[in-house]
Structure formats: structure tokens, C-alpha cells
């Protein structure tokens, strides 16, 4: 099976069930840090965020002075997608720093964005999404990055609310289980076996959470269990997952962007709670 597809999308937005869903994010499933002096100090400042490398080929990572870096990578099950490039916008706080599209599949390579200014306190890793139909070398550059890149903390894989935990997403789970407990195995160029010092966690996000029905809490409960369900040995994958929505119907605020940004401080800089 190919895992790997092109993934950007805009955010879709009947809104049904933000009173029921918005606490949810705010307690197990999500936090809300909104006013988390951690989130502030590194988030705060959006204009200073910018792109600083693109990867399109096996063994060109860029060289960005060792920031810690956190990936993003969503499935797109026919023409139904994540809303990643939305999520990242929301995270980072800058609205039109990654083009989002109404058509899945936009994303071909790997974006890496700064947040903070020079030089930096991280690095947000835009991924191309996975999926029946993904390239061969879109895949092969992901899965060089997870083996050998050293700054890389935390791999986040996003799941539709609609469409939930799919046969795709749990084989993406063992794949990234496998290249994850690979970086302590591989060989060096030299033949002798090498020990990333950097353990790699997995972290599940539930998007598009405001478009789901009446049964909509239920439904977020059933996927947390189908991930822990799915979830492979060899690795840290964290949960429950978070629960997250961009853009909610009646201007209604967003939920779960501050959970996300928490977790990846939590994976880059160690920082948690409030």
C-alpha cells in the first residue's frame, strides 16, 4: 500500500456541536492554554514565523542549527482531508503562511517554518499528507526525515472527525512505529550502529471536530479508543488525541489550537501545565 499523498485544505464549517465538543478540548482530550505564559513567549509573536527550508529529495534536509522540530502529517481519504495547512496557520498565528486549497494534495515536499525570530526557538515541519494516492518518493523523503533527522521530537497525525481511525491511518501508525525505533538500530555510513539521543513521540489531532452531528461526543471517544487500539509498541504514542476546529459556524472561537501548541512545547522545550 502507498501511504503518501499530496494534503492542504481549507476548513469546513457547520459548527454543529461546539457547545458539546468545546469543553471536551478544554479538559482530557485538549486543554486550553490560552493564557499560558509558555504559549505566549514562544507563540506570541506571529510576524516573526517564515519559511526557512524545503526538502523535495532523499538526503537534502536542511541545516537549521539544531532547533527542535515537530512534523505534521494528515491522511486524505478521497476528497475529504484533514485541514492541515489551516491547523498550522491557527498554531503558528499567521492566517496565509501556508496556502491552503479547497482541493486536497497541495503539499508535495517538506516546509519547514520558524517560529520566533532569529534565531529561532523551533521548527513546525509541514508534511505531505499519506493515502492510496501518495508517490513512492514522496514517502521515501518522509520516511528518510523520520529515520535520521536528529531535531525531530514529535510526529503529529491528523485524523478527520468524519471519517475517524481508517484501515490507512493504522498501517501510517505501524509504518511510523517502525521507522521511529529504527533511528536506534540503522547503521552509520561507517557500518557501525548509531543511537539517536532524541526519543520520538507520536501525537494524534482530531480535526474538523465542529462539523460533526449530535453524536459528535461520542464519536471523538471512539476514535481515541480505535487509536490506543491501533497504537504500535515500539513507540510512544500519546493520548487521548487532541480535539481540534479552525473555523466554527456563528463566529463561534476555534478550539483545541492552544493544546496543540502546548503539546509541541512539551515535545521541543519540555515545558508543561500552565
Known amino acids: 500500500m502507498r501511504l503518501f499523498s499530496f494534503s492542504n485544505s481549507v476548513i469546513q464549517s457547520p459548527g454543529l456541536l461546539y457547545s458539546t465538543l468545546h469543553p471536551i478540548s478544554q479538559r482530557g482530550l485538549g486543554r486550553n492554554y490560552s493564557k499560558a505564559p509558555s504559549i505566549i513567549k514562544a507563540f506570541g509573536d506571529a510576524r516573526e514565523a517564515s519559511l526557512v527550508g524545503v526538502a523535495s529529495q532523499v538526503g537534502a534536509l ?13 491522511h486524505r481519504v478521497r476528497r475529504a482531508n484533514a485541514g492541515k495547512s489551516t491547523l498550522l496557520n491557527a498554531v503558528i498565528g499567521r492566517r496565509n503562511l501556508l496556502f491552503t486549497s479547497k482541493k486536497a494534495g ?3 515536499t517538506l516546509n519547514f517554518f520558524r517560529v520566533g525570530g532569529d534565531p529561532g526557538r523551533l521548527v513546525v515541519v509541514d508534511s505531505p499528507g499519506y493515502g492510496a494516492r501518495g508517490r513512492p518518493e514522496w514517502g521515501a523523503v518522509f520516511d528518510d526525515y523520520i529515520r535520521n533527522r536528529n531535531e525531530l521530537r514529535r510526529v503529529f497525525i491528523l485524523l478527520n472527525a468524519k471519517q475517524g481511525l481508517t484501515d490507512v491511518d493504522a498501517a501510517m501508525l505501524e509504518q511510523l512505529g517502525t ?6 538500530t540503522d547503521s552509520d555510513s561507517y557500518g557501525s550502529a548509531k543511537r539517536s539521543s532524541t526519543p520520538v513521540s507520536i501525537q494524534p489531532i482530531i480535526t474538523k471536530c465542529d462539523s460533526l452531528g449530535a453524536n459528535g461526543r461520542a464519536r471523538v471517544e471512539a476514535i481515541a479508543a480505535d487509536v490506543r487500539e491501533a497504537a504500535p509498541p515500539e513507540c510512544l504514542v500519546i493520548s487521548p488525541p487532541i480535539v481540534t476546529a479552525c473555523q466554527t459556524e456563528r463566529g463561534l472561537p476555534p478550539f483545541g489550537i492552544d493544546a496543540v501548541r502546548q503539546s509541541i512545547l512539551e515535545a521541543c522545550m519540555g515545558i508543561s501545565g500552565r
Open 62 to 74: 536542511p541545516n537549521l542549527h539544531g532547533l527542535p522540530e515537530v512534523s505534521f502529517v494528515p
Open 106 to 108: 497541495r503539499t508535495q
Open 179 to 184: 521507522s521511529i525505533a529504527s533511528r536506534s
